[in-house]
């Protein structure tokens, strides 16, 4: 294993505690140059529990077998896989995390070790027959001769679904295996209508394909990026622009901000709009409900949010419903001994056709705060909003409902609970051109409409109470 590979995976770590703090035993299947040990080692390594290669289990016998072109035979194989399950085994029952490459390629043999360790949960590399030659003709130090590729690939039986585990295709960058295999490992079980893979920047990812919508939502800051109700146009904007990567926030989509909004007064050298939407969330919850699809993510304090300007022990709770209408709820339970106060906002991205021809009904004759010039409320006009040049507003005091009307014909209404601020906002050419994450261009094709609670109508909680702010979005044409 290169020591760039190593180092990248290494910071995979943190992003998968869950995993490893339940002592998590995974065995990693495949045929030979699927890349079992490379992988299960890098996956063992981003979990930080021990890594064992089951090949060095195999008797002498079963070694010069193999090395010699003889395939094994199951009587062969029994005390074997007796070796693996209670390697699993013992590791549990000491309460440590194991990974093991394994080949596991028949049922009855999965059936084995699972009896011996019955939490195990299998990740099978799965790859075509060409991409495995392909492998296998650069490996000269392996004891399996690539002409037994096929005789492996015929006596493969995948995964069924009444089985702990995955697949993964290998056909990808290797980080990106790996990436992809501890999300999986971190998630709950999934409909069908949802799966975890790699987008942008190697980040994992969650689509969802529903019957009444479809959608993504990132880990990294729990961020929906992409939302299409069935038989209507994409309702989100994404910034061509955008950067995908960890530490770094993305520009478009639904950004979570909290716990502060905005730059931090008190500290300069804060990131912008809070640590949630920088952070790696976790999917704990997936479930189909009448025609839509729920997905719960959660975060809590750790020591690097203990270690901000805002130091408080708290718990997150985001659940994002995809379907006709796009439904989010962030939860926020106070876990400290004293009151916390926080800001928090879904700083949501509509795409719009042109801008200019935008009109936003809701807040006729509503005060509000033009930041662009200055902290005073001044008075709003008795008709809806439209935009003529950068615009950031920021409405306290209100829990008005929304209506966009993008100028063609549709219109998108934003309704929400819990939510006493509202924010409108683009920033037109000349801020556009000066942001690395925002094409100099992409102004006209987007604004945002924020639910939120801000500066005076900041959310304060008592130690052990919650507070959950709401909006649906819902689009028409």
Same mark, same amino acid.
């Given at each position: ?85 209670? +390697? ?12 093991? #490459?394994?080949?596991? $390629? ?17 990740? %099978? ?48 960058? &290797?980080?990106? &295996? ?35 919508? =479809? ?6 800051? +729990? ?6 109700? =069935?038989?209507?146009? *994409? &309702? ?46 976790? $999917?704990?919850?997936? %479930? !189909? ?9 959660? $975060? ?11 130091? %408080?022990?708290? !718990? ?12 989010? #709820? $962030? ?19 509509? @795409?719009?056709?042109? +801008? ?16 662009? #010039? ?9 008709? *809806?909003?439209?935009? =003529? ?29 819990? @939510? ?13 051109? #000066? ?20 500066? @005076? ?9 919650? %507070?959950?702010?709401?909006? &649906?979005?819902?689009?028409? @044409?």
């Amino acid at each position: 294993m290169s020591a760039a590979l190593q180092s990248s995976v290494g910071e995979l770590r943190g992003a998968a505690t869950g995993v490893a703090a339940a002592a998590v035993q995974v065995v990693v299947m495949g045929v030979s140059g699927s890349g079992k040990s490379t992988i299960g080692a890098l996956i063992a390594h981003s979990l930080d529990v021990q890594f064992t290669d089951a090949d060095g289990l195999h008797p002498q016998a079963n070694i010069v077998k193999m090395a010699g072109g003889v395939p094994l035979t199951d009587a062969d194989r029994w005390p074997w896989l007796a070796l693996v399950g209670q +390697a699993l085994a013992d590791a549990g029952a000491e309460g440590r995390g194991l990974v093991v #490459a394994c080949s596991a $390629l028949k049922r009855v043999y999965r059936e084995a070790i699972s009896q011996a360790a019955p939490n195990v949960r299998f990740v %099978h590399l799965a790859g075509s027959l060409e991409v495995l030659s392909n492998r296998l003709e650069g490996r000269s130090e392996h004891f399996m001769p690539p002409a037994l590729l096929e005789s492996q690939l015929a006596t493969l039986e995948e995964l069924h679904d009444d089985e702990p585990g995955f697949a993964v295709d290998i056909d990808q960058p &290797v980080l990106d &295996v790996v990436t992809e295999s501890v999300a999986r490992l971190d998630a709950p079980a999934l409909p069908a209508s949802v799966t975890i893979g790699i987008g942008q920047g190697g980040l994992p990812v969650v689509r969802v394909a529903g019957a009444a919508g =479809t959608a993504e939502v990132y880990l990294h800051g +729990a961020h929906v990026t992409a939302w299409t109700p =069935t038989g209507h146009a *994409p &309702v989100l904007w994404m910034s061509g622009s955008s950067e995908f990567a960890p530490g770094h926030p993305m520009r478009g989509g639904v950004p979570v901000c909290f716990p502060w909004f905005g730059p931090l007064a008190t500290d300069p050298t804060a990131p912008a709009h809070g640590f949630a939407r920088l952070a790696k969330w976790k $999917l704990t919850q997936a %479930h !189909e409900s009448a025609g839509d699809v729920v997905l719960v993510f959660s $975060l809590t304090d750790s020591e690097q949010t203990r270690s901000s300007a805002w130091p %408080h022990r708290f !718990e997150a709770r985001y659940t994002v419903t995809i379907g006709a209408r796009l439904g989010l #709820a $962030l939860q926020i339970r106070n876990l400290d001994d004293a009151p916390v106060a926080f800001e928090e906002a879904f700083h949501t991205y509509l @795409s719009v056709p042109d +801008a200019q021809a935008v009109q936003i009904s809701g807040f006729e004759g509503l005060r509000f705060i033009d930041r662009l #010039a200055g902290p005073e409320a001044q008075d709003g006009e008795e008709r *809806p909003v439209t935009l =003529t040049g950068e615009t950031d507003r920021i409405y306290l005091g209100t829990s008005a409902d929304a209506l966009i009307s993008d100028g063609t014909g549709r219109t998108v209404s934003v309704s929400t609970e819990g @939510s006493q601020s509202r924010v409108i906002w683009n920033p037109w050419r000349r801020k556009a051109e #000066a942001m690395a994450d925002f094409g100099a261009d992409e102004w006209t094709g987007m604004v945002c409409l924020e639910s939120a609670n801000l500066q @005076s109508d900041r959310i304060t909680l008592a130690p052990g109470e919650t %507070h959950t702010m709401s909006a &649906v979005l819902a689009p028409s @044409s």
